[in-house]
């Protein structure tokens, strides 16, 4: 009878683990399943960021963090451009979606086109330039232009960073200096290069107000909040 009892204790308990690891395992599939596609998505718009700057080039992955696709990061292209020009472009995206990409003036990292791996990077890392940030807007136009591929994703990825430091504003001078000021103090955070000729700001302005921002200009400089 004891026999019997423990016997089928040992079964219910090897049921219970077999259910658990066909749980856990359809789970695992299921996430990979999800970050796949949505690597596929990012790698999409990747795609059609690059072909706007860089009609014909080429590309590939370098490296990426895990989860890379669905918690953001930091990750690393390799472009050919159709000079046959090489360069290495970061891909900083946040967990919400907005994406920025970034000319590094960096080596090949170590690892295959799928290494989930970060970047390495310094504890502050240096300012990276905006890709085409030589556009120079002369009109509502060529500002639309601008704002679209330098301005605004490099804007909305500074924000998410600075707000999950508890931050709620950032300025921007004529010279692209991107910084935050508390108690007197000045701390630079990016840099897009010279800003379209003060004329042209109210137009920038606008743009950031329909993007949900509050921006002010205020002697040669924009204010922006989004508390």
Same mark, same amino acid.
């Given at each position: ?13 090897? %049921? ?6 066909? @749980? ?9 399943? #999800?970050? =796949? ?10 795609? =059609? ?13 370098? %490296?990426? +963090?895990?989860?890379?696709? $669905? ?7 390799? $472009? ?6 090489? @360069?290495?472009?970061?891909? %900083? ?8 990409? #970034? ?16 970047? !390495?990077?310094? =504890? !502050? +890392?240096?300012? @990276? ?8 807007? #002369?009109?509502?136009?060529? $500002? ?51 800003? +379209? ?31």
């Amino acid at each position: 009878m004891l026999y019997t009892i423990v016997a089928s204790s040992l079964l219910t308990s090897a %049921c219970i683990l077999l259910f658990f690891i066909a @749980m856990q395992k359809r789970k695992y599939m299921k996430n990979k399943k #999800h970050e =796949e596609k949505a690597l596929g998505s990012v790698a999409s718009v990747i795609s =059609e960021r690059l072909y706007e700057l860089q009609p014909k080039s080429k590309w590939r992955w370098v %490296c990426y +963090p895990a989860g890379f696709s $669905v918690n953001g990061g930091i990750a690393r292209i390799e $472009v050919l451009c159709p000079d046959n020009l090489k @360069m290495y472009v970061d891909v %900083c995206l946040s967990a919400k979606g907005y994406m920025a990409l #970034h000319e590094a003036g960096a080596v090949e990292l170590t690892g295959t086109s799928t290494q989930a791996d970060s970047p !390495e990077a310094e =504890e !502050e +890392p240096a300012i @990276m330039p905006a890709i085409r940030k030589s556009i120079k807007p #002369h009109d509502e136009d060529s $500002v639309g232009a601008w704002y679209n591929i330098v301005f605004i994703n490099a804007l909305i990825t500074i924000i998410g960073d600075l707000n999950a430091k508890g931050e709620a504003c950032v300025y921007v001078n004529a010279n692209g200096e991107t910084y935050v000021e508390a108690n007197g103090n000045i701390r630079t955070v990016y840099d897009f290069g010279e800003l +379209p000729r003060i004329e042209l700001w109210d137009y920038i302005i606008e743009k950031l107000s329909e993007d949900g921002l509050f921006a002010e200009a205020q002697s040669r400089k924009i204010f922006i909040s989004w508390a």
